[in-house]
């Protein structure tokens, strides 16, 4: 039984900085790939960031410089460092986790997913 929860998201001004955690049970963020998706409304989800077993970090071309993914593999939590957010960023962001991946950043990849947890840029 796998279970993937997010939190914290918040609501931020241009430029701040918010770090989004997501709690794994029944899945190690060691042994499967990890990543953070995120869908505004009316918009098709988008990969923003993913880690490979190693901790090699994938990240899109929007984010890139300001994102860092991370893992803590001993309190299995995956994180999602977020500076210098911009208004575009709003959106609900997902953690997702898969056994493997070949392309990261493709929501068809993942077999679990989290609740989302909101993130608002103003």
């Known amino acids: 039984h796998v279970q993937l929860v997010e939190s914290g998201g918040g609501s931020v001004q241009a430029g701040g900085s918010l770090r989004l955690s997501c709690a794994a049970s029944?899945?190690?963020?060691?042994?499967?790939?990890m990543a953070w998706f995120r869908q505004a409304p009316g918009k098709e989800r988008k990969g923003v960031a993913a880690i490979d077993t190693a901790g090699a970090p994938t990240y899109t071309y929007a984010v890139a410089g300001r994102f860092t993914i991370s893992k803590d593999k001993d309190k299995n939590i995956l994180y999602l460092h977020m500076n210098n957010l911009k208004v575009e960023d709003t959106s609900m962001y997902y953690c997702?986790?898969?056994?493997?991946?070949?392309?990261?950043?493709?929501?068809?990849?993942?077999?679990?997913w989290g609740q989302g947890t909101q993130v608002t840029v103003s």
């Open positions: 029944g899945y190690s963020v060691s042994t499967g790939y």
């Open positions: 997702a986790g898969a056994p493997l991946v070949h392309s990261p950043l493709e929501p068809y990849e993942y077999n679990y």
